[in-house]
């Protein structure tokens, strides 16, 4: 028999898997769709600039209630991966919880480095095409582009961790 608890559980991880879909979608639809076709729209490095910075912004609105509603309904879906009611012990000492583990460690050096490079690099992108310094704009895109492509492979290293827990 099926308790209003297990519907409660289903909704909530529905929740975080939906979600789950538009952030790490949505970041590689900004990665592999919206950048490549910028330099297609214009050559104009400071329009171009200007059109995906407009675009991260509002697409930042969204990363940013999903990085809460990932944090928040990832932390209750641990309750009922973990075994028993000694979660602690469960995250060192069980391979779930150690799956589990890994990926809150990899989720918190992903959420730093995301916002870290957003803030730093893109307040500073934005302040030098406003200069017209674009030199040294394309000089630290390089940097947070490769920055950007780290926090992809984390997003995909944490949804394999998330699908193997199913084994566990």
Request: glycine share 8%; hydrophobic share 50%; aromatic share 14%.
């Amino acid at each position: 028999m099926t308790t209003l608890l297990t519907y409660i559980e289903m909704a909530i991880l529905w929740v975080h898997i939906f979600t789950a879909m538009i952030f790490v979608g949505g970041s590689f639809f900004i990665w592999l769709v919206v950048m490549p076709s910028s330099y297609k729209i214009t050559d104009d490095e400071k329009l171009r600039t200007k059109i995906v910075g407009t675009i991260g912004k509002n697409f930042a609105f969204f990363t940013n209630i999903s990085v809460v509603i990932l944090v928040l309904t990832g932390l209750y879906n641990l309750t009922w991966y973990l075994p028993g009611g000694n979660y602690i012990y469960a995250l060192f000492n069980t391979t779930g919880g150690q799956i589990l583990l890994y990926k809150m460690i990899l989720v918190l050096a992903m959420i730093l480095l995301m916002y870290g490079n957003n803030l730093y690099h893109g307040k500073k992108i934005m302040s030098l095409v406003r200069e017209g310094k674009m030199d040294e704009v394309r000089r630290i895109r390089k940097r947070t582009h490769f920055l950007s492509y780290v926090t992809l492979l984390l997003m995909v290293i944490i949804t394999i961790l998330a699908v193997s827990l199913q084994f566990y």
